[in-house]
């Protein structure tokens, strides 16, 4: 099962990337070099402890990166939990309903200001 599971995650991302137009193959320009990248594989459980399925990340090798160089800042758009508790008692206060989701490819095309390669 793992086996076919690991194929499939593979298959399904490698699709994603070309449906919604992720990345374009170029020539990379002398005098620049290009970024490594890796697979990441994670496994997703049920409430019983069986693998659900199985989730392939394609990352960027960033460590490799010279600060001024190859970029000016770095962040991660993510929520700190203050904010998340903030909007829960509010919701609450006010009798909202709430939904959980889960959102796949997201930030597949972010605005670059800076020429990136990776390969």
């Known amino acids: 099962m793992k086996d076919d599971a ?5 298959q399904s991302k490698i699709k994603s ?6 990345w374009t193959l170029e020539s990379l320009p002398t005098g620049k ?4 990248s890796r ?8 409430s019983d402890g069986v693998i659900e399925r199985l989730e392939e990340r394609l990352v960027v090798l960033g460590n490799h990166q010279d ?3 190859d970029y000016i800042k770095m962040f991660a758009p993510v929520t700190k939990m203050v904010t998340v508790r903030a909007f829960l008692k509010v919701a609450v206060a006010k009798n909202w309903e709430l ?9 597949l095309h972010g ?3 800076k020429f990136n390669k990776f390969t």
């Open 6 to 10: 690991l194929r499939h995650a593979i």
């Open 17 to 22: 990337f070309e449906d919604n137009g992720t």
């Open 33 to 36: 070099r290009a970024l490594g």
């Open 39 to 46: 697979k990441v594989y994670k496994s997703k459980y049920n």
């Open 67 to 69: 600060e001024g160089i």
């Open 99 to 107: 939904h959980q989701m889960d959102v796949y490819n997201t930030f």
């Open 111 to 113: 605005d670059l200001h």
